[in-house]
Every structure is written in C-alpha cells, then in structure tokens.
C-alpha cells in the first residue's frame, strides 16, 4: 500500500454512521456522546419521559432515566437530592411530576444519609397537596411506606400555618386516587394546637368548629367552602369569593359559566394565582370578561408582564408557550370551548414567555442558532406538552434572538437529492444524504411572535438528521460566528462528518474560537457536544436557568 493510499484512510472523514473516539451509538444509527449521569438525570427532571421521543418509547425512555437515578443514588444520594430540590424550587422544569418520581426513589432506595435529605426535601418539592398525593402514589408504587416516609407526610402537615394548612385541606382534596383522610391515616400527624386538631378533623369528614372571634380569619376559607356548598346563585357565590378569597376548586361546577364568579375570581384578594389565570384565559375570554380594552384584560396584562409575579408563581416558559398557542388558536385541543383571541392578551403572553426566563444582558457576540427540523424533531411531545421539540425549539430560538443583536437563525435537515451539491457546499461531489435545501435561513426579530416563529419552521422539508450541517453552512458562506447554538435531539446520524469535527475545521480556517451550545430537547442519554472540548456546553432544553448560563459560557474568554 502507498503512502498516498495509507494517507487516504487515515485522514478520510469519519462519517456519523462510525463512531469518533469517546461515542456510542445512539437511538438512530449514528453516534453521538454519552451524558453524564448527573447531566442525563438534570434533562429527565427537567423535560420528563413523557410521550417519549421518535426513536424511543415513553416506557423505555422512562426505565433508561429511573436505572440513571439509581446509580446516581448510589453514588451521590445526597447531591441527587439537592438536584432535585434546585430544579423543583426555582421552576426550572415545567412540570414538577418528575421531581417527585425522583424524590419517592430517593426516599425509598437510597441509604439512610439519602432517606433522611429526601425526607426533610418533601416540604419544599411538594408545595401544593397534589404533589403531595403523587409522591405518595409514587411511594405506593416502590414497595410502600416506612418511618422515615411517614415522619416526612407528619411534617408536611404540621409544620404548615393554620391559614397555610386550611387552604391545602379545602383547595385539594383528593387527587390521584388519594384523600387527605387517607394520608392523615398513614402519617399520623399530633396536632400542635386545638386549631390545626380541629382542621384535620375536618379534612377527615368532619364538622369544623370555628373558633370565636378573629381567630377564624386563619381559617376563613374553611368556612367559605362549607358556605359554598349551600349556595344558590351565581352573585352568592361571588361575594364568597369575595369575602373568603375562595380559589376556582371550591366553586360548583354550575356556576363555572359565571362572568360574574370569573370576575370575582380575577380580581379578590390578590387575584388568582397566576398559573391558573394562564390555563384559564380562553374560558374567561369566552364568556365575555375578558374583552379589548375591559378593565379585566387590562388587570391580566399588567400580571402577565410583571417578571416578579411570574416568578413568584413559578410560571414556567413552556406553560406560557402552550398557552400561547392555544389562546391565539381560538379553542381548545380538547372540549368544544371557543372564543375571538383578544389582541392584548396575545400580546402579554408573548411577552410573558421571555420574561418567564432568567434576566440575562446582551454579550455582543455573533450568534448563529441551528433548529434541527429533521423527522425525528417531529416526533414525541416536550414534557407531556402538545407541542412536538420542532415546534419548542423554534420558540427557545426567540429567547436569544430578543436579546442579542447578532444573530442568525436557520433550520436544518439533510434529505436525499439527485443533482449537484448545493451552492454553499463545499464538497464538489454529492454525498449519500447531501444538504440541498437542507438550510433554510429563519427571518426571527425580536418582532417575531411565538406563533409566527412555530409556523415558520412548520412548513419546511424534513427528512434525515445531520447536526454538522450549521457549521458546514457558516464555513461555506464564510459567515463570522462566535457561538453556535444547535437545538435538536441530539440523534445525528446523516452526515459524513460528525458535529464536533465541523466545529474544529470551522474554528481553524476561518480563524475564530467559536463556541458551541447543544440545546437538549429530548431527555435521551445523548449530546453532539464533546465533554472533552471546554468550548462545548450541553444544555437542557426549557431550562429556565439556560439564557443565563449561556449567554455566561459565550462571554468568557
């Protein structure tokens, strides 16, 4: 064999159908870079299994994460739990649901050291009744309770305030097959006061007895659900709500269609509590309270747009883009409910969803942002959302769009093709999956809506999934870029040239250290990031800390 012949193997391209030192294979045929335990286990608290992805079932999607929680478990219980704390507390996930499974593990198979953390954690994850009722589910199912299982639900009951307690008993009930008696049963909680004796006595079927005087304004909601029930009209019911500041749970199903009950509701007290007002804009759109220009809407939009009350609420991004989506389409995924989109509200919810993120300022670098449209981006649904990881990363493209003043967004697939090589490309022959019209460049201002920037990514070929192609692209047209943002699932397999290699030869011939982020919309055990390379970062998709930590690792030097 010639030199030119040995030379001709050696430093022929490795296609993504063969793997590159440190790889394994992926779902999909080609190779990709394993996650980290820890980093697997942060995108499962994050984005859940559910609705699985195109190439892997929910099922097998869930029984991969809960064998990761176990090692992890092992290894590093406590850190698990103060993981699954962090991602809980500051609403980093859209829903809590995962948080809990992981919780109701550690509490159950994790060493004494692990048991007691998860213990004292069960307050601070299960804010609400129902996450305690899914814990509790959760325990059930893993082999059932102990002492240190049943100390965590005592706690959880008696630590709280009575005006705390009071609105936990009355506003949740039972969910999940469970009962608040059911788990007063199991915790056997001692009452530290007649008042808190007297509430759980009344969440086990019982008469209240309402203590005399001011005492009972602790316990005023208990008392207005008992009224309540025995209303008979639509303004009753309404000046309960006004007088108790009674949540929508404690309302009768027949005065749900009540523009004067909705009323109430928005605007008692400190008005209702911002998720719900989000789940419920189409309804109170629908029966006329909210209207162009009515003192509702004006009410709805200063909440909306106020980034502390989002917050506080742990409003999260996703619920707001889901939102988004359905108040603009005018009815509902499911039920036959309609209303005419009030244009404001539009508006607010657009500008919620980027406030619902973490602050971040501009780094002036260039950025170009990669939304992998491949088939595969079409399958499975983000965090048991209705929204499928196409239609979620073309929204998260937005979020860096409205705060970087250089940025360039292009979605991406490779497709089989007959005829010459695109013009951009630099190969002078056509390879088996070739790029021709396999970038289309995204027109994403600040000015884009979230539905605009769904439906532009909405109508585009999809076909196979080469995750390299950004880089290609940048390097062929010689466009400058400091930061590569890719957001896919991370099942690159077409290419004849594997992401982490396009990102070195970009760097050398065009002379820029340029940086590359992998946005995760998927929670599989993959990333095209190299650990090995300080300029990669691997992120987990509707992570609400993303921005920040991005725009941190564009900035430094």
């Not at 937005?398 to 250089?406: D, F, K, M, N, P």
Request: charged letters at 20%.
């Amino acid at each position: 064999m010639s030199i030119k012949s040995i030379l001709s193997h050696v430093l022929a391209p490795v296609p993504q159908s063969q793997p590159l030192p440190g790889q394994v294979p992926n779902s999909s045929g080609g190779h990709s870079f394993a996650l980290s335990d820890r980093a697997r286990l942060e995108r499962f608290l994050i984005l859940g299994a559910d609705g699985g992805s195109y190439y892997a079932s929910e099922r097998a999607l869930t029984l991969d994460n809960a064998a990761v929680l176990t090692r992890l478990l092992s290894v590093d219980g406590v850190g698990v739990v103060e993981l699954i704390v962090d991602v809980s507390v500051r609403g980093r996930a859209p829903k809590n649901d995962a948080a809990i499974f992981a919780l109701a593990v550690a509490l159950k198979r994790g060493e004494l050291e692990t048991r007691r953390a998860a213990a004292a954690a069960v307050p601070k994850v299960c804010r609400t009744s129902t996450h305690l009722f899914a814990l509790v589910e959760a325990v059930k199912g893993l082999g059932g309770f102990g002492r240190i299982t049943d100390r965590a639900l005592e706690r959880w009951y008696v630590d709280k305030t009575p005006a705390e307690l009071a609105l936990q008993l009355a506003k949740y009930q039972a969910r999940n097959g469970w009962s608040h008696k059911d788990v007063l049963r199991k915790a056997k909680p001692v009452p530290s006061s007649d008042l808190q004796k007297n509430l759980f006595a009344w969440a086990t079927g019982k008469p209240f007895a309402f203590p005399e005087g001011d005492a009972g304004s602790e316990v005023d909601v208990i008392r207005g659900a008992e009224q309540v029930k025995a209303s008979s009209s639509s303004s009753e019911v309404a000046a309960l709500i006004t007088r108790y500041g009674l949540p929508r749970e404690l309302v009768p199903t027949e005065y749900l269609s009540s523009m004067a009950v909705w009323e109430s509701l928005l605007m008692s007290g400190q008005g209702m509590p911002l998720t719900a007002l989000v789940r419920n804009l189409g309804k109170m759109t629908a029966i006329g309270l909210l209207a162009p220009l009515s003192t509702s809407t004006k009410r709805v939009v200063e909440r909306l747009t106020d980034r502390q009350q989002l917050a506080r609420a742990r409003v999260h991004p996703l619920q707001l883009l889901v939102a988004a989506r359905v108040y603009a389409q005018g009815r509902g995924d499911k039920g036959s409910l309609s209303w005419t989109p009030v244009p404001a509200i539009v508006s607010a919810i657009n500008t919620a969803f980027h406030l619902a993120f973490a602050s971040v300022e501009p780094t002036g670098r260039r950025w170009l942002l990669g939304l992998d449209v491949s088939g595969s981006m079409g399958g499975g649904r983000v965090a048991n959302s209705p929204l499928t990881p196409r239609e979620a990363a073309a929204a998260l493209a937005l979020v860096t769009v409205g705060v970087e003043a250089q940025s360039h967004v292009v979605a991406f697939t490779a497709s089989r093709v007959k005829g010459a090589a695109p013009a951009w490309s630099e190969h002078t022959t056509v390879p088996r999956y070739t790029s021709a019209n396999g970038i289309a460049p995204l027109p994403f201002s600040k000015s884009t809506s979230l539905k605009q920037a769904v439906a532009l990514t909405s109508g585009l070929p999809f076909g196979a999934t080469d995750c390299a192609l950004p880089m290609r692209y940048a390097l062929a047209q010689k466009i400058p870029v400091d930061v590569f943002v890719v957001l896919t699932d991370n099942e690159t397999w077409a290419g004849d040239v594997h992401p982490t290699v396009a990102l070195q030869q970009y760097r050398q011939k065009m002379g820029i250290a340029a940086k590359l982020v992998v946005v995760g919309m998927v929670s599989n055990g993959f990333t095209i990031a190299d650990p090995n390379d300080g300029g990669m970062l691997d992120v987990v998709g509707f992570d609400t800390a993303v921005p920040a930590l991005m725009t941190a690792f564009a900035a430094a030097r």
